[in-house]
């Protein structure tokens, strides 16, 4: 079965950090792209990044270019994202997705194209 499970979500305050994990199992990471998205109270959920696990090429929401790093080792079969510079705008609770295939990351992020959902987990940073 796959799985997927999100943690290192907590409360950090504007201008900080936090390291989200994304721990999988069940399948390759070699055949599949992993995507962070996550969803603010009331709002609808947006893409966040993503990499592909052939050939770790990545993509970013332009709300979170340049603060946020997506990364990922294949051996833990776990993805990273690094959160720096965090402002308020970025609560929300994060969920990480694996898709099988080999589009492109800006694809999976803007069509949600996911095959598999992890439970999400909370990041919240205070003003």
């Known amino acids: 079965d796959v799985q997927l499970q999100a943690f290192g979500g907590g409360l950090v305050q504007a201008g900080g950090s936090l390291r989200l994990s994304c721990a999988a199992s069940g399948f390759t990471f070699d055949d599949y792209a992993i995507g962070w998205f996550r969803q603010a109270p009331g709002k609808e959920r947006e893409g966040v990044s993503c990499?592909?696990?052939?050939?770790?090429?990545?993509y970013y929401a332009d709300s979170v270019k340049g603060r946020f790093t997506i990364s990922s080792d294949n051996a833990k079969n776990t993805v990273y994202l690094q959160m720096n510079s965090m402002k308020p705008e970025d609560t929300a609770v994060y969920y990480c997705?694996?898709?099988?295939?080999?589009?492109?990351?800006?694809?999976?992020?803007?069509?949600?194209?996911?095959?598999?959902w992890g439970k999400g987990t909370l990041v919240t940073v205070s003003s």
């Open positions: 997705a694996a898709a099988y295939g080999y589009y492109s990351p800006k694809y999976y992020l803007e069509t949600y194209g996911m095959d598999y």
């Open positions: 990499i592909r696990g052939s050939d770790a090429s990545t």
